[in-house]
């Protein structure tokens, strides 16, 4: 059987299109139809976009103005291409929302530079995706327009913040997406919905035109149907940025080589407890097949990833405090207006800010409040360096270090209410925003609940501007999960 | 651990009031994170934070090229919840009586 349209990988719908097997038009159809059709269960896009006649007309002729000219390879893959994003990523003209009532009526005044970048190459925007409000949040329930449903499963959370964008993606209502990451916003989704996820170093994407959540693990990275194509998407969106001075040159870190027999490093340590039996047994046999295929498999030692949840969660939440500061009612955003001046930012604050963003601005004003940011702040900033040097010391020894995604699979909508159970998941993701190392989440397999069966994500983390060796051992792995 | 009282300060320093029906459960709620984070007060890191400096520091550049005068304000405007002309109008915080 042949795949529709909005079913297919960028590769294969590049070469459709190249083809002449199919239209931009037909394409950008398909995707929109099927994201009108399964949205109002899903609640995936906060909003679809009317199509872009110039765009779509603009990229069918740079497609055909290329094979007319004889030459194939001229154009971007992502040419014609229909792509979901999530909706803290500015998009001049269109409603940037950060899902938060605070910024419910916010139109983007200028494109992010990855926007601007997926514009030259001719990709096309389908919507802006749902997520967790400012990115807080590991299942998309805590959004002020709704819960987004877990394709696979509907009765299951799609993971977050970058829910929304995973289940565009997984659903087949776009061809790939664009999330954000500060704690595994993109890999963690990614697990619970079958996909390819990165969270490309930090620096190596730009994140302006981001909606700032924690800017020193803020990154923006690829949902993807496949390793390739979420290789095609960071190499469309990477690279020096003026408007970003933390992004980095290509050659700021050592360059690794990537050998074919890669050194796998496991922390075994770290596997004890807290992870479900049979997410193990998957993790076990992918490592066993990458055994079988010639790879090594390493001992690491990590003893200060203990430590790393805690010591995010006294970064992330600073961080957030500081940022979200800036909402203050005046200048755009939600604007309530009391009888005093102190009022109308109170007001505006309370009103605009959701649940989990409240907590989390009032766990940033304690962390850094006189008298604690000792004990807490700088203590978590060291505990980061700590952690930092581990791994750079443990990737003397290996290629890259695998854990599981996540503890356990898609987890039923409203079942973590207490905030610590719901922080607990993101275990194995937090330390390469902690780091600032690339990571990439991929499938493994699937478990069994209720009887369904559900994807589960192996996590792999390579050393700093080392992305060439984690698409390496991410296609290694796919080779070997999908035998 | 922490009190309804200190959680009401920090809501005021942080902008934010928290309605009193709300405020135990996020008393309680808070001082179950700030249980599970203070596990860092026993880290012992002291020896580590000498000498290190991130590959990537201090990044200046040359004042210059400005955007051409006006090329956002009526975008920007737009965003005002309240305005005259261009300008953002807000409330009058100094008074003369």
Sequence with gaps: MTKKPNEMAIVEAARALRARELSVRELWDACAVAAHRENPELNAYLEIFDADEAAIAAAQKRIDDASNAGGEGGESLLCGIPL???????????????????????????????????????????????????????????????????????????????GGSAAAVAAHLCIAALGSDTGGSIRQPAAFTGLTGLK?????????????????????????KSVEDAHILYEAIRGTDPLDSTTIAPDLYPVRASSKQLRIGVSRHLLGEGVDADILAAFDATLAGLESAGHTLVDVELPTSAHALAAYYVIMPAEVSTNLARLDGIRYGHAARGSTLLEDYVLSRTEGFGEETLRRVLLGTFVLSSGYIDAYYKKADAARAVLRREYDKAFESCDVIAFPTTPSPAFKVGEKSDPLAMYLGDIFTITANLTSMPALSLPMGTVEREGKQLPVGIHLTAPHQAEGVLFAAAHAVEKTVQG | MATTEEVKKLAALARITVEDGELEAFTSEFDSILAYISQLESLDVSSDLKGEKPALRNVMREDGEPHAAGAYTKKLAEQFSKREGDALSVKQILTHD
Aim: charged share 15%.
């Design chain 1, 84 to 162: 979901a994003i999530k909706d803290n990523i500015l998009i001049e003209g269109h409603i940037a929302s950060a899902a938060s009532k605070m910024l419910e009526n916010y139109t983007a005044t200028y494109d992010a530079t990855v926007i601007t970048k997926l514009k030259e190459a001719g990709a096309l925007f389908v919507g802006r995706t749902n997520m967790d409000e400012f990115a807080m949040g590991s299942s998309t329930e805590h959004s002020a327009f709704g819960a987004t449903k877990n394709p696979l499963d509907t009765s299951r959370v799609p993971g977050g913040s970058s």
């Design chain 1, 200 to 224: 490309p170093t930090y620096g190596a994407v730009s994140r302006s035109g981001l909606i700032a959540l924690g800017s020193s693990l803020d990154q923006i990275g690829p949902l993807a």
